[in-house]
């Protein structure tokens, strides 16, 4: 392993130079405080991996403020206790029971490229996806499901209709966790479901009494 | 699940509006641009979904740099092509595979209250993470042979030098996937191994001629 | 003093911009019209400095409608023109001789640090308190006569009970004032007390018929 | 004082009754948490009990995050510890030796009607706030040595710049106590100056280097 681990880039010594340099020292004070004091983050969210979702910028949240998991499309698989690794489960769990946020948030996003993947699996178009070994293939069968629900629609919608079925799916999931279902059944969390255009800037979330998502913040102008 | 999903609180919603009509104002042509050409990341980054931790912040990245996938602890589970849902993996497989990324970085931090749960089930401390359906549990056994190589050092000195040890197995076990040995052996993509001081703000890299991990940026005024 | 007067942290900056953008912009009409003509608030609220207690949140209360006054624990020191330096008097005077409020409202609320530091402080369970050099002890002896009237009752209800007895104790300490007197006499002013519960959300009024504080707005889901 | 103590004018309770319906609601698992766990603010905000100038607004603080002490003219006294009851000593010594806020905040703002109380006394127009008994008079005495600053120019540039000086005043006197001076050397705390133009928008900070306040947001547009 040795041999292939090397020094940080120096571009990135350089911007974590100029970090130091800058916002850590005006907020030492409060850095250390939390280093001291421990995390309380007032919320979770899921989001993709996706490098242009930058959830603490488009919701202003500082040092302390969102635990955040990350992963492919933002999916949450169901309950499944069987002894494995599951990443996404323990984040879930550690948010919920020892952390105890008052708000859990989905967070999908426009231009999904896992979706866009699901899509082409559930369509025939990606057998690299639908091979044994293929990981993001097996992570995106999450969302099959999903893919039952939007496929009667025109397929120039479907990949959009299939970011937001993403969150849908992921918030059924979440609810199906002992865990969660008690928190929220105490009024101890808060279950969210978003969707952001990341070209257009607008904001949509899940309601329930609608059953399907409305748009809070526009796009455009 | 419809009644326990609510309205994205007010204070989140104003900071969302907040950011639209600013950064993303300023921004929008370059959001456009990456909607539309899609996402071309130079760096993978894995790192713990701590709050105190901000990826972006702290080397400086913009929308469209960084590959983010966050879980507990920053740990990357070995290669395991099972075919269950390994979202770590898949995020790592679409990284490295799909998006060709240059740089695939663990960054590990301080006080990791992740690390610090497996310490305590590792020390006999934590029944509750030993239980058959503890998904943090299962997710920290991951760490348990960093575990074995920090035992014995002082006590008091196990927890940083537990944290500095998931970075180095999550490194190892990432040799452990074919596609990520081939695009390393093919000088495609380097890898890192980080280690960032939360509270006093100094940074530290796995160097591989020393065997170890030493300062590159310092800690302290 | 200087070196140690720094630049604002940029994350408050942000916010200042977003709020700028945003609300700043839509009611910059009537922000002109208040900074051209002057306030007018109909009420003054005295409240804690507690950052839980968002008096104008609470009250939908905009910019222009309410003279805040904010202490350690809501309380209103006993009338003593001895020539010093009297933050509160000198609010409470302003607010009804110059401002000629119409409502002077005294706000207290549940799990109030400082009552609770007067409680240890009368239990003598806080000698830091008791330090000569004690600004917080020195202000907490305000309420030392209600600690008087609250002592008798079981132990686990005081604080909550002198959380109450601290807007009587202020309402009391302000019908000393002779300018306060007046203007309740002329029916020019009314006088309120109020008690809130930060955690469960309810409001409760002093009743002076029934000589103490009966819920007005329930706690609860 | 029995029979001068009302109830709430219904305007009020109506106003909080939409409160606890909506925002409440929303965020009750957050209260809820913030109640039993306790306060943890980042920072402490002296401001004046202006009924125009929005603290939590401005800075898009919610909840939890600023223990704010008002006063008239946002005047921070000299440390005097004579055993006398004194407000706003209380409220920093509070703030900065338990909370331990990262943050200590001074904001003045435009058009601030005790500056210009201070500004018609020290011109001599003012004997009203002469009299021997005037709490508001004795309170503004604070800022005397602001004036003499100002007093060489243009009479109507002074009430600005006297605005300017009070919170130059205040981060003068805050040095004067022992553990604030003690935090900030300690790099435990970092001290701030801000001026707020109340009608457009615009925010200043007092700069060190210069010696001076400079824009940091502009007014206008």
């Not at 292939?4 to 571009?11: E, F, N």
């Not at 992963?71 to 105890?100: C, F, M, Q, R, W």
């Not at 082409?120 to 992570?139: D, I, Y």
């Not at 009024?187 to 609608?210: K, R």
């Amino acid at each position: 392993m040795r041999s292939h681990v090397r020094p940080l880039p120096s571009y990135l010594i350089q911007r974590y130079q100029g970090w130091r340099a800058t916002t850590y020292t005006e907020n030492r004070a409060w850095y250390r405080r939390l280093a001291h004091d421990g995390q309380r983050p007032r919320a979770m969210v899921i989001s993709c991996c996706d490098s242009r979702v930058h959830v603490t910028s488009i919701f202003g949240a500082d040092q302390g403020e969102f635990f955040l998991h990350r992963n492919i499309a933002n999916l949450v698989p169901p309950y499944n206790p069987d002894g494995d690794h599951h990443g996404t489960s323990a984040a879930v769990e550690y948010a919920v029971t020892t952390l105890k946020v008052a708000h859990l948030i989905v967070l999908g996003h426009s231009q999904c490229g896992g979706v866009a993947g699901c899509h082409a699996m559930c369509t025939g178009h990606a057998p690299e996806l639908q091979a044994e070994t293929s990981f993001v293939g097996k992570w995106l069968d999450i969302l099959r499901p999903g893919y039952e629900r939007v496929s009667h629609l025109p397929e120039e919608e479907q990949p959009l209709a299939l970011e937001r079925e993403a969150v849908v799916i992921s918030l059924e999931n979440l609810m199906t966790f002992p865990f969660v279902k008690a928190a929220l059944e105490a009024d101890e969390m808060t279950l969210h479901g978003l969707w952001t255009d990341i070209g257009e800037g607008g904001l949509w979330q899940y309601d329930s009494a609608q059953g399907g998502f409305v748009e809070i913040i526009p796009s455009g102008s």
